[in-house]
């Protein structure tokens, strides 16, 4: 199965954030915890270029922390500063602005030598269904930018004043403009950063399947009441649990489409288990 999508506005947002970068003081990247590499867009690298930048970790409570700390050490390593944070629950909200701060704080101390005093302004980028709308809330405490649990919410760029002395440009998601990796397109897709309206979701759930069954096989067999895993294929684990949920339609035959969409509801809401799909390599 071969995932792309680049809607037309995806290219716009890559024109916004370019005019507006020489505004910014830290730009803030909104990772998605289950996903800290496939969920970066390879392309900031090159449109942020020097610029400061913060990983923001979104979604840390859906995510395994085993694997959390792993890659906020890898990135460390990296040079870069990572921040965990829930938007769901709040922990970690009050740090974003502290932690972006903390990465130009000698310009910021330059400038108050000099009596110059200005508001911090953070541009928030990342990739669609990430979270940036919820965080920029989160922090500003109040409704100033559009959520939606779908990917293409926000449309264009917001700015929103922020507790702490900060200002927040919100942009809308922005994905590669073709995925070279198929493997990365599935993670994006697993978590919902791909409209499901374009994927095969029974297919997809085949791969899903076969990557819990060697990573977390026991939160797997847990979740749907199953005996072993250890042998079985992707599309094999799907009829055992559409058979377990009794998804079964005219003739006897085992709805797998159904079970597809289930298990993926069920990943995105955590109820197999905090599931991280990648780990530092």
Known sequence: MNLQWYPGHMAKTRRLIEENLRLIDVVVEILDARIPFSGRNPCFDDIVKSKPRLLVMNKADLADPDRTQQWIKWYGEQGLKVHPVSCATGAGIAGVVPAAKSLVSQKTEKDAQKGLSRSLKLMMVGIPNVGKSSLINRISKKASAKTGDRPGVTKGKQWIKAAGGAELLDTPGILPPKFEDQTV???????????????????????????????????????????????????????????????????????????ANVVMDELRGAKIGRITLEIPS
């Open 185 to 259: 397109a599935e993670r994006l897709a697993y978590t919902g950063a791909i409209k499901d309206e374009i994927i095969n979701i029974e297919l997809l759930s085949y791969s899903l399947l076969e990557y819990l069954r060697d990573n977390y096989a026991a939160e797997l067999c847990t979740r749907y009441k199953l005996d072993g895993v250890a042998e079985l294929a992707g599309y094999e684990i799907l009829e055992m649990i559409a058979k377990k949920r009794g998804f079964v339609i005219s003739g006897g035959e085992v709805d797998t489409e159904r079970a």
